[in-house]
C-alpha cells in the first residue's frame, strides 16, 4: 500500500477539539461529500489560517465569474502539474471530471494539457497559467492580449491570474506538508 | 522615467467608488503609512478577493507566529527573488531594511541571499523557502529535518511553508497584473 | 469532447492493408485485450518499423528479468511523467493498475513518485530512472552504485536502464505523432 | 590516459562465448570495419536485447527513408550533443564526416549544429531533433508544419522522429553503462 | 550584521605591500571616490591580473562607444541581475543610479529589468544582454538584426556583447572570491 | 561546406588598415602558427580592445600560475563546452590535444568532462569550472574547500577562477559574432 497514510506529516489535531465553526464545517463535509477532504484537515493545525483559507478557496472557486466553474478547476489543474503535486492533481483532477462529465479531459488536463482539442479561448487561459506558474518573471503585454483577443475582460484576467496564484499557494502547501488526498478522490467520476 | 505610471495594467476604480469598509482602511493606510499600497489598489477591482487578501495577509505576516516578523519579511523577499517579482521585492524589501534596521541585509535578501551571514536557523528556514519555491514536487522529509534540527517545531514549519507560499501567490499577481509599487518604498529606510 | 479523434496526425494506414503477419496481431490484441493498442496502429505507417518495436517491446517488459512485470511498467510511468506524455502516461498508467490491483500507485506513478512509500530498492530504481531520463549525461559510478546496494546485479541494472531508455523512446514518438490513446484505457482497474 | 579501458562498467562476456549467430556478427564487423563496435560488446551481456538493438538500429539508420543516410547521422548527433553522449558523440561523429566528406560537418553537429550553414530542409530537421530531444511534450502542429514545408512526408517525419527518439534510447545505454567509444573512430576521416 | 566583513574569501594583500602604481591607483580612487572599490582590492592577489582588468574595465565602460556610459552600466546590471551577483548589483546598480539620477531604474535594471518603460533600443539591447548571458548557443542573425533595426552598428554590437561579456566574467571572479561590495554603494544616489 | 566562410558576421577590417603593432602580431602569428587566429580578426574590429583582450588571453594562459598550461586548456573547453561555443571548443580542443599529445583527452573536455578518467585534483577543478559557468550564483565554501583539499592555494583558486571567467566573456564574444575558427584547428594533432 504505497500511498502514505498520514494526513500531513505535520500532523493533524483531533477533530473533537476544533472550535465549533470548524467543528460545523467538518459536519458539513461529511454531509455533502462524504468526508472532510484531507486539505482541511492539514490545515486545521493552525485554525485561523485554515478559516482564511476556506474563505479565499471559495470565493475563487464558488463566486460569480467570468470563468466557468469548470474552466477555473481546469486552471487548477494545470498549475498542480506543472508543480508535480500529488494531492491537488488528484483532488482537483477529479473535479474536472465531475463538471465536465468527461474523464479523458482531467486526465489530460494532469498529464499534459496541451493535448487536449480545447476552444481557443480556453487553451489561451491554460497557455497563460503554465507561464505564469513557470516563469512569472516573464508574462508581459502580449500575454495579456493574447487572453484579451478571446474576449476575457480585465475581471475575467484578474479572475485567472488569482486562480492559478491561488494553486501556486497551495500546490506548496501540500508540498511541504506531504498532505495525502482523500482516497475517495481516485475513483471518483470515472 | 522608466518606472510606469499605471498601478496595475487591468486597471484600479476611483477609491471614492469602493464600499465603506474599504475605504476606512484606505483612510487608515494613509494615517499610517502616507499611502494606499498598490498592491491594495490593484486588488480592488474585485472587492471581495481583496477582503479575503487582506484578512490573509495579516494573519501571515503579523498575527504570533515561532517566526518573527522580521523573519517573515525575509522569506517574502527571497520567494519574490527567485520569481523575479519587482512590486514584492521593492514593498518587502523596504520591509526587510525597516524591520532590521539594516539597509545591507534587504539587498541581500532581494539579490542572493546566500550571501548573508545569517543564523543557521535562518539560513536553513530561506534554503527551504528557496527549494519549495522554485521546486516544490522535491520538497521531502530530510528538508523538514532541517528546520526540525534548527528547533522549528510543527507550527513553525506550517508558518514558514504558508509565508513562502503565500508570496507565491501574491508575486504571481503582481506580475500577471503588472503592479507597480508606491515611490516611497524606494527610498524608505536606506 | 477534448481527446482527439485521431490516432496518429501522421494517418494510420486501413488494417485490411497490412501484411498478413501484422493482421494476425491485430486479431489477436482484439481477442486479448478488446482492441490493437493506438500505438501498434500509429507505427504500421512503417511496417518493419512496427515489427521491430513490437519485438524489442515484448522482449522489454515480458521477457524474464531481474525486474518484475510491475517494476518495469512503474519505470515506464516515471520516464513518461518526466516526459509528459500523454499516450505513455494513460496506457501503462493502467498497467501499474492492472498489474499491483493498486489504483493509487499508477498515480503516484504518473504524478510524481516521490509521494509513494516504496520499499528502498524500488526508489533507487525509480531515482536512477528520472536522473536518466532528465540529465543522463550525469549518471555516474554513484547512482550505479545505489542500486547494486539494494541488491540489482549488472543485468539488471542494464535492463532498468534499457526499460527507462526505451520509453525515452516511446515518448518522443507519442508526441511526436501525437498519439492518442485508446479511451479503454482511461477506465480500466480504478 | 584519461580515456577509460572498459568497454561497459557493467562488464562484457568474452566474445568466445556467445552464440554463432553474434560470433558471426563480430566476425563480420572485424571484416568490415577492423573492430566490434563497443555498443555491441556492451550490450552483449543480454544476447537477445543485443539482437533486437541491430535490427532496429540497421533499418533505422540504413533501410530505405526520405532521409538520406547522412541526413540520418546528423539527428544522430545532434540528439547525442543535446544529451552529452560521450561513445554516440564519437561514433556518430565519425560516420558523419566518413558519409559527408567533410569533417568540419562532424564537429558543427555535435558541438552546436546551429553554426552550420546547412539547407533549410535540414535545419528545419535539426531543429525538430533538438525539440523533440529537450522538450517532446512542447512538439505541435506548428512543428510538423514546418518539416512539410520543406517538403517532409507523414513517413519522412516518421523516419525522423523515429531516428531521434531512438538516440535518445542510446545515448541513455550508453550512459547508463559508461560506453567507451572504440579509439578507432577518433581518428577516422579527419 | 549579516553582510560578510571580508572584502574576499581569498585574502587581500595589505595594500602598503602592493607596486607603486598600484598604490598611486588606489590613492586616486580614495580621492576620487572616498574609498578603493572592493573588486580591485580582491584583485590585488594577482598584481598583472588586476592591471589587465581595470585597463579592459576602463576601455569597455569609460572609452568612447555608441552606447551610452549609462547604456553600458544598464547592461553591467542586467547580467549581473541573470547571474545574480551580489557584489556586481549593488556597484552597478549605484551606478546606474548615479548616472541616470533614478533611483528606481536601477532598481529596475537590477530586479527584473522587463518592468521598466524604455526606449525600444534600450530594451533590444538589454534583451540581447540577457539572451547572451543566459543561453548565447542560441543568439543568432535574429537577435542581431533586432539590434540594427533600432540602429546599432557593428561597432555598436561589438561594444555590446564586449560589455555583456565582460560581466560575465567579473560576476563569476565575484562568485568565486564571495567578493563583498563596498558599504558606500548602498546608500549612494538614493 | 557548411562552415560558414566569414570570420565574423560584424566583418574584418582588412589587415593592411590595422595599426603597425597589430600587423606586427600578426606576422608573428603567421610566423608561429602559419596563420592568424580569427578571434584576433574578429576583434580587430575595436583595436584598444583587441590590445586588451590578448594582453589578458596571455597572462591568463601563458603566464606563471599554479595551475599548467594544460590545465588552463582543459578549463578553457570545459567552459565552452557548457556554453556550446563552437569557435572556443574547436580552437581550444585542439590545444588540449597538442599540449596532452592525447587527442581522446581534448574530444572528452568538449563532450562531457565527466567520462575522463582524471587526478582528482583535475576532476575538482572541472567540477568548479562547470558549476561556476553554469550556477555561479551557487558557489559557495564547500566548492572552494573541495579545491583546498586538492592543494589549491588561495592564488590557484583565484587564476582557476579566472581562467573559467575569461572563457566565459570569449564565449560570448564568439557567439555575438558568429566567430568562425581557423580550418587549421580541426585536423590538428588528432
Redesign the interface.
Known sequence: ????DHIS???VPDAASLDDDLQAIWAKCVEKLGFVPNVYAAYS??P??LR??M??YN??ML?PSGLSKLEREMVAVVVS?A????YC??AHGAAVRRLSG????G??M???Y?????PPRQRAMLDFTWK??TT??????VD?EALRTHGLS??D???L??T???F??????A????M?PN?EY??AD?
Request: proline share 4%.
Open positions: 500500500m504505497p500511498q502514505p506529516v505535520l500532523g493545525l493552525r485561523q489560517r482564511n483559507f474563505q479565499t470565493e475563487i463566486a502539474s508543480n508535480r503535486c500529488y492533481l488528484v468527461d474523464a479523458e479531459l486526465e489530460m494532469a498529464l499534459n496541451r493535448v487536449a482539442k480545447l505564469l506558474t512569472p518573471w516573464l508574462i508581459d503585454d495579456r480585465s475581471e484576467i484578474f479572475d491570474a488569482e492559478a496564484a491561488f501556486n499557494l497551495s500546490n506548496r502547501m508540498s511541504a506538508t506531504e495525502t482516497r481516485h475513483r470515472r
